[in-house]
């Protein structure tokens, strides 16, 4: 059960900051995870009053405020057209729709779940998380930060480059949590590809091949697997090769977003 002493909105980021410093106290996000957790919360330090439900589209970027929820992303024409729909894609077996209404954005990243759809579809797209104290750093590193660090996400940011995406992922049951996460884009000429749910945390492969079989080789050269109740580590490598040329494929059937 979960037991929250004390519940806080703070009015600024300099408030909620310096609440979750202090030990024992923790940012609620959605509140969908950590509900279930058997643990008692000093102080519940609610972000919502803080302005950061929206996603702001410029020139040269999408600026996504960390209290944005997940069908905020599914539903985003800027966002979408920019990854051909590979967001809506990674976001829309995750549970329902009430559930995705809930989930932001910020607890999806700052959580680094090894069963994250969420993180593997943006480590591909080159997005930064901007940390209140931290400063910006891009998904991949901020997926290898201890989970110690005392700070906020205020805003992952995703450039606008040459892009094209796709997201594929293999599931047991359309809402289960996923056996593997599969993103690859290509940006600037570039194909990269971030392979989830292993059942670890994404991990990307950089500078792949355009050739699906020899692109294949190369990940599975890079990557380990682990077993679970969802899969064995072998199903996993073999899923991975099928789920990569998958996404090459369907990248080389779409245009480039300018």
Not at 36 to 48: E, H, K, V
Not at 207 to 225: G, H, M, N, Y
Request: glycine content about 8%.
């Amino acid at each position: 059960m979960l037991k929250i002493k004390e519940y806080v909105r703070p009015e600024s980021l300099d408030e909620a900051y310096e609440l979750c410093t202090r030990r024992g106290n923790v940012i609620l996000g959605g509140m969908l995870w950590l509900k279930m957790q058997d643990r008692s919360i000093n102080t519940a330090i609610d972000l919502q009053a803080l302005g950061l439900d929206n996603i702001e589209e410029t020139d040269n970027e999408f600026r996504i405020g960390s209290m944005v929820t997940l069908r905020q992303l599914e539903l985003h024409e800027g966002l979408n057209a920019q990854t051909q729909n590979a967001v809506a894609a990674a976001v829309n077996h995750i549970v329902g729709v009430q559930f995705r209404n809930l989930a932001t954005i910020g607890g999806s990243i700052w959580g680094r779940y090894g069963f994250s759809d969420i993180l593997t579809i943006f480590m591909v797209l080159n997005a930064k998380v901007e940390l209140y104290k931290g400063g910006i750093v891009s998904v991949e590193e901020f997926a290898e930060m201890s989970h110690k660090t005392r700070d906020i996400i205020t805003s992952i940011i995703v450039p606008k480059s040459p892009c094209r995406a796709a997201y594929i992922s293999q599931r047991n049951t359309a809402t289960d949590f996923p056996v593997l996460t599969c993103a690859v884009s290509e940006i600037n000429g570039i194909i990269n590809c971030a392979i989830g749910a292993r059942p670890g945390k994404a991990k990307v492969i950089h500078d792949l091949s355009c050739d699906p079989k020899t692109a294949v080789d190369e990940a599975i050269r890079q990557l380990t697997f682990g077993s679970n109740l969802r899969g064995s580590s072998r199903y996993r490598e073999q899923i991975c090769g099928v789920l990569i040329r998958r996404a090459i494929s369907s990248l080389q059937n779409t245009e480039v977003h300018p």
